[in-house]
């Protein structure tokens, strides 16, 4: 076990707490609109606290393996994390294709209000770190690909990237979400 792989080890380890409580939180500030305020609950509040279990199942299952490699305890899951990254996106996409199902029946004749320029500014930063995060994963992957020798540091920062979009998201889809703040004024006080 060597210094780097401790050092890499703990900044992975923080990704993964910082990822999952903010994930968490989200999931828990909308558990509660929908069980004691039904009346503040809106219909993107469904497909968020789905997102942030998708966002937590893939944090921990993308960085897990590492941690404990980084810490020197042997893997004994082999291809179980393969099986719950594919399992967590294929039920994401039949959940975004449902809501589209459900979305493309409700027709509207009023102009966008200033909440629906905040959701697609929102959706928009969401999808640009999705392509950022991918394009930069799968970059760093074809250089480790092709390279003659193989880099430690080329995966590790492959390992990071994987996990940026997850650990991110939460803090963009809070920074507009009153509903967010009223909860979190509600339990500190």
């Known amino acids: 076990m060597f210094p780097n792989a401790v050092f890499f080890g703990f900044f992975?380890?923080?990704?993964?707490?910082?990822?999952?409580?903010?994930?968490?939180?989200?999931?828990?500030?909308?558990?509660?609109?929908?069980?004691?305020?039904?009346?503040?609950k809106r219909p993107i509040d469904f497909i968020i606290i789905h997102l942030t279990v998708v966002n937590n199942l893939s944090i921990i299952v993308t960085l897990i393996p590492?941690?404990?490699?980084?810490?020197?305890?042997?893997?004994f899951l082999d291809d179980t994390g393969l099986m719950l990254m594919l399992w967590?996106?294929?039920?994401?996409?039949?959940?975004?294709?449902r809501h589209h199902r459900r979305a493309r029946n409700i027709r509207s004749t009023f102009s966008r209000t200033s909440a629906e320029?905040?959701?697609?500014?929102?959706?928009?930063?969401?999808?640009?770190?999705?392509v950022l995060f991918y394009f930069s994963d799968n970059f760093v992957n074809l250089l480790a690909f092709y390279s003659l020798k193989k880099h430690i540091l080329l995966n590790a920062i492959n390992v990071m990237l994987s996990a940026c979009y997850p650990t991110i998201c939460p803090f963009?889809?809070?920074?507009?979400?009153?509903m967010f703040y009223r909860f979190f004024h509600?339990?500190?006080m």
Do not use: D, E, H, W
């Open 12 to 40: 992975l380890l923080s990704q993964v707490c910082i990822g999952v409580l903010a994930n968490s939180s989200l999931f828990v500030a909308l558990a509660y609109t929908f069980l004691f305020q039904p009346n503040l």
């Open 88 to 97: 967590t996106s294929l039920y994401m996409v039949s959940l975004l294709y």
């Open 172 to 178: 963009v889809l809070m920074k507009n979400t009153k």
């Open 117 to 130: 320029i905040k959701a697609t500014q929102n959706i928009l930063l969401l999808v640009s770190f999705f």
């Open 186 to 188: 509600f339990i500190l």
């Open 66 to 75: 590492y941690i404990k490699a980084s810490f020197g305890v042997r893997q």
